[in-house]
């Protein structure tokens, strides 16, 4: 089964930027349907974008539309989540997500349709 790694989080300005990376192993990330979802402490994990096993087929949350922007490179089994216009809301753990996938036109907004997930990583956004 795929493993997931993720990186670059870190502490931010609001305004700022950053990229998040996922790292695959164990597995062709081509096969799988990513998400990237955050989490902070007593909610639930909220979705932020998701991409097909392409990258044709990509869907995101209003609350990063036009901010965050979601990629991947199959060659290098990693997928991204470029993230700017950062606000200090934008802070929690991030965690990116791979399902199978059968097809290219399926992708998911549910984080419960997700069978493989990283360890997260923390992004804070100072104001």
């Known amino acids: 089964q795929v493993q997931l790694v993720e990186s670059g989080g870190g502490l931010v300005q609001a305004g700022g930027s950053l990229r998040l990376s996922c790292a695959a192993s164990?597995?062709?990330?081509?096969?799988?349907?990513m998400g990237w979802f955050r989490q902070t402490p007593g909610s639930e994990r909220e979705f932020l974008a998701t991409i097909s096993r392409s990258g044709e087929k990509i869907i995101y949350a209003d609350s990063v539309n036009g901010r965050f922007t979601i990629s991947r490179d199959n060659a290098k089994n990693t997928a991204y989540l470029e993230m700017n216009s950062l606000i200090s809301e934008d802070t929690a753990v991030y965690y990116c997500?791979?399902?199978?996938?059968?097809?290219?036109?399926?992708?998911?907004?549910?984080?419960?349709?997700?069978?493989?997930w990283g360890q997260g990583t923390q992004v804070t956004v100072s104001s």
């Open positions: 997500a791979a399902t199978t996938a059968y097809s290219d036109k399926y992708i998911y907004t549910k984080a419960n349709l997700y069978l493989y």
């Open positions: 164990r597995g062709p990330l081509s096969e799988y349907a």
